[in-house]
């Protein structure tokens, strides 16, 4: 069953250059990631120092995979190391109201 991840970053502006730079090597990444589905990038209105990241996986297990990656954890290690920059990562599956 499928799964969506969310990421909530939270950036002060003046490291954003660096956080974007982050992103957008996981953006070259993920999409070869056995499992990706698709995946998008918001800026709350209300707080333009939060972004978050919505990902689509076939399952737990492909998110997993990736998730515990060199690539992904080198890329995320670069990201903790940037003052003022938190990451906190939620997974949800679908379930039935019926």
Known sequence: ?????FIKRTCPKDREKELFKCIR???????KQSGYISGEYLRSIDNPNEIVTISTWFSHEDWLAWFNSDER???????????GVTS??????????R
Not at 25 to 31: E, H, N
């Open 25 to 31: 090597a996981f953006r070259i990444l993920v999409p």
């Open 88 to 97: 906190e990562h939620r997974v949800y599956r679908y379930i039935k109201t």
């Open 73 to 83: 954890n080198e890329i995320q290690k670069e990201i903790d190391a940037i003052d």
């Open 1 to 5: 069953m499928s799964v969506k991840v």
